[in-house]
């Protein structure tokens, strides 16, 4: 069987990907005000300017308040405010490439539960739950590093919740979105249904992918035939000790369930039960921890000074757990896609062409990255140019510079001056101006 090549198209149900190259969703901190369809504009369309076949959005939300994981997250709930991001689904398809939207909602992962000023500030709000707080997150509860005040669904809100995934799908649709994307990873409310972790219903949904199901089927009836993929956890970093969690059988099964239920395509990644550097491996951030700029923004989330540098020294207990991995899901995506007909996508620590030649077509069907594309917004010039070689790599450090900052409402972007700087140069030679691919492509002379 010969494998597919990175420009070769890709059929996600009914829409076709030009390529097989994607920006994975990565928080863009556009808000839901004036400003952020121009954000969203120019967050986004430097990536299919540059040739990215698929280009998803970070993470939104689906419910008119509380649920966000981060500040200044984009919520997909007033239809005035979505439609006017038809802007940004136009300026993504001028350029040939298609647009997803990821909808998300925080759960026991709000930013009600650890950002002190958020919760502060709005008392009132309390985190949407599957089933009771798990006991790890109610002794973190009691040493102070976290707030639950949770409000456990009923069935019936379950449906309801279900029903505003749905709701948030169609009118993505009507402002021209190609694909829904959910958010079933990364500790949103998705993942708190699927792990066994969080999961201890009595009714339907103490079967995970049911809650899955069930938002496919609102997203099939507000959103008619839009292609419908999501992220899969597999609960692998999950540290010592931890009960029950996802094992790499569970989300191969689970992945195999929803495409026979009828989703179009799955993310499968390995991550923990809890939001930690496991689903974003690599470095110690330290520039991020001591940026002057940003120490009172990181007080007033974390809750004060001593607080905030038990959160530092946290993050460097995880970067040395989680240390950087090349392609760390591929091995986890390779089980997937023997049992499943469906595309499947693959990302996290993919950084070099040669690597994603590999991967594509013995472990996945389409390839993304997301941090890189903080650091070189038009990275698919390279990736994809007539000048690659298998060397040809990303300039990302995986150093997490970029992360930490963003729990200020800081904008998502790359903070590492070595890493700008080789951009820069990457620049300067023209290594981002998109060359003609292929004969087809090469402009014709109107006049002759
Ligand atoms: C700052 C930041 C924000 C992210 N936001 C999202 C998100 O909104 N939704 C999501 O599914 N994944 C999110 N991710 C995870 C990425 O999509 C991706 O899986 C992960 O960063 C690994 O890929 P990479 O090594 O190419 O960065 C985020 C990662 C980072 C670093
Ligand atoms: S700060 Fe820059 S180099 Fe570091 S992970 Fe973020 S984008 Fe990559």
């Not at 040739?51 to 993470?59: D, H, N, Y």
């Not at 709005?122 to 973190?140: E, H, T, Y």
């Not at 330290?286 to 004060?304: I, L, P």
């Not at 530092?312 to 007909?341: M, Q, T």
């Amino acid at each position: 069987m010969t494998h597919p090549r990175l420009d070769d198209p890709l059929d996600i149900g009914s829409v076709t990907l030009p390529n097989r190259l994607y920006r994975a969703p990565l928080l863009e901190c556009a808000g839901t005000g004036p400003e952020a369809v121009e954000t969203l504009i120019s967050e986004l369309e430097p990536a299919a300017r540059a040739g990215a076949g698929l280009v998803c959005q970070g993470a939104t939300i689906v419910a008119d308040e509380g649920g966000c994981a981060a500040p200044e997250m984009t919520r997909v709930t007033d239809p005035e405010f979505v439609a006017n991001l038809r802007e940004l689904t136009d300026r993504i398809h001028e350029h040939g490439a298609k647009i997803a939207i990821q909808l998300e909602h925080g759960g026991l992962r709000s930013m009600e539960t650890w950002h002190t000023e958020y919760r502060d500030a709005n008392s009132g709000l309390r985190q949407l739950a599957v089933s009771p707080v798990p006991k790890p997150l109610r002794l973190l509860d009691r040493l102070g590093f976290l707030d639950y005040d949770a409000h456990v669904l009923d069935t019936d809100e379950v449906y309801e919740l279900a029903r505003n995934f749905g709701r948030s799908a169609g009118m993505a649709v009507d402002a021209g979105y190609d694909i829904i994307h959910i958010a079933g990873a990364n500790m949103g409310i998705v993942h708190q249904f699927l792990s066994p972790f969080y999961n201890r219903r009595a009714d339907e949904f103490g079967d995970g992918p049911r809650f899955l199901e069930v938002v496919y089927d609102e997203i099939r009836a507000q959103a008619g035939d839009v292609p419908v993929m999501t992220k899969v956890p597999a609960e692998t970093a999950a540290p010592p000790g931890i009960g029950p969690h996802l094992t790499e059988d569970d989300a191969r099964s689970i992945c195999r369930r929803l495409a026979e239920y009828g989703y179009d395509a799955v993310v499968p990644v390995s991550g923990s039960v809890v939001w930690d550097a496991s689903i974003v491996r690599g470095s110690y951030p330290a520039r991020a921890w001591e940026d002057e700029r940003y120490q009172s923004g990181y007080e007033s989330a974390f809750g004060g000074k001593v607080r905030s540098r038990l959160v530092a020294l946290g993050n460097r207990i995880e970067a040395w757990w989680y240390d950087f991995d090349p392609a760390w899901n591929g091995e986890l995506c390779r089980r997937v896609r023997d049992e499943v007909s469906v595309p499947v996508l693959c990302e996290g620590g993919i950084r070099e062409r040669g690597e994603i030649d590999r991967l594509l077509g013995s472990a996945c069907d389409a390839v993304g990255m997301a941090r890189p594309f903080y650091a070189e917004p038009e990275l698919p010039a390279r990736l994809l140019g007539r000048d690659v070689t298998p060397e040809t790599r990303a300039v990302c450090e995986s150093c997490n510079n970029c992360a930490v900052p963003q729990v200020t409402g800081a904008p998502g972007v790359c903070r590492t001056p070595s890493v700008l700087r080789a951009a820069g140069e990457l620049r300067t030679v023209g290594a981002y101006d998109r060359p003609a691919k292929s004969v087809d492509d090469v402009p014709t002379d109107p006049e002759g």
